[in-house]
């Protein structure tokens, strides 16, 4: 977009994120008064935005690609679950954070592989993992482990060859897993939450300290910021952050320049849907449990922080900073709305309404580009 020929478009992109969260904290606080602007309650909303912010953080990637991942909610859920049945069978709280990283890892590698089309690189592994489980009930550990690996090294030399390329849309594939990792997310917990015996560290991970930076903020602020750092670094000054804008700007285009198009979108998937993984540990730490019923409607508040950022929907635009900006929008308003003793339905009504003015925002720009 041209700025000199249309200033305020390119200002309001710029400067809008911050600016609506300056107006929308200075609004609570003149109405909220000394509950909203105690330090206390500062904290707490850079708390509460750690979830969803990690979350945004990856989505943010996948928006700017073009694509769109409706499944972040239940992803999170699934991960607190694994994570919360990792500690109740007694593996080390490192082991359960893996574990729920890992859900999440798993979750981006299946929806990158329905959305370029390569279904060996989902079958393949379920196949191999299949046989290596069937196989340690007939032998040793190790042979079960070789069987496995070589299986799924055999499946998908030949899935690669011979399996045909099917490629789903990103909206009807996370669609689909929305509903599907929810279930299983319930199935494993038995419908029920999934209580462990203790959290160990990962309980310290959204509690405050008594000293060096956690005595500031929790641990997971700093692990967000962390990840926000790294992922920004990635889009701006990596040969695959301008991949990813290439391919939202035009694939076809990017495609004809060498982009590695379907290479690029497998790993975004699996890099994005890694971070909802990192947030189900956050979560899982916040809770104490695994709770296959949380997170509901946070794919929507992920991709609206997303949206009010500056992130475009058609693709091709997009930061981590407007992200992050855009998930603490989302968190003032609820914690402001909570503050001033309103109910749930105006919170809910509120959130709506965030979502329908980004949406029409990112439209507005859309429109002031062309």
Not at 19 to 33: K, N, R, S, V
Not at 180 to 193: C, E, F, I, S
Request: positive net charge.
């Amino acid at each position: 977009m041209n700025c000199s020929s249309v200033r305020l478009p390119c200002l309001f992109a710029k400067f809008g994120p911050a600016l609506g969260l300056t107006a929308t904290w200075l609004l609570f606080a003149a109405l909220a008064g000394g509950d909203f602007l105690a330090w206390s309650n500062q904290r707490l909303m850079l708390e509460q935005t750690s979830v969803v912010g990690i979350a945004a953080v990856g989505a943010t990637l996948i928006i700017v690609a073009g694509g769109i991942d409706l499944s972040v909610g239940s992803t999170i859920a699934l991960g607190t679950v694994v994570g919360a049945l990792c500690l109740r069978g007694g593996a080390p709280p490192w082991a359960a954070a893996l574990g729920a990283i890992a859900t999440g890892l798993a979750v981006g590698a299946v929806i990158g592989g329905v959305v370029v089309g390569r279904w060996a690189r989902i079958a393949a592994p379920a196949l191999g993992a299949a046989i290596g489980v069937w196989t340690a009930a007939h032998a040793s550990v190790g042979v079960a482990l070789g069987a496995g690996v070589a299986s799924t090294l055999v499946l998908l030399v030949v899935g690669e060859r011979l399996a045909p390329r099917i490629a789903i849309s990103p909206f009807i594939t996370t669609l689909g897993l929305w509903g599907a990792l929810r279930g299983l997310a319930k199935g494993l917990g038995d419908n029920q939450p999934v209580y462990p015996s203790s959290t160990g560290w990962l309980g310290e991970l959204m509690r405050p300290s008594e000293n060096g930076l956690g005595a500031v903020v929790a641990p997971g602020v700093w692990i967000l910021a962390g990840v926000a750092l790294v992922v920004a670094l990635v889009m701006r000054s990596t040969r695959f952050g301008r991949n990813v804008f290439a391919i939202g700007s035009n694939e076809e285009t990017a495609r004809l320049c060498g982009v590695r198009v379907e290479r690029t979108k497998f790993a975004l998937y699996v890099v994005a849907v890694g971070c909802a993984g990192l947030a189900a540990v956050l979560q899982l730490a916040y809770l104490s449990m695994g709770d296959p019923t949380t997170a509901e409607g946070y794919e929507l508040k992920v991709i609206a922080a997303c949206v009010i950022g500056g992130a475009s929907l058609a693709g091709g635009q997009g930061s981590v900073v407007g992200t992050l900006i855009g998930a603490l929008i989302m968190t003032v308003v609820d914690n402001g709305c909570t503050t001033l003793g309103l109910d749930n339905g105006v919170q809910e009504i509120a959130t709506g309404a965030i979502i329908v003015a980004a949406v029409a925002l990112d439209r507005w720009r859309a429109r002031s580009q062309s």
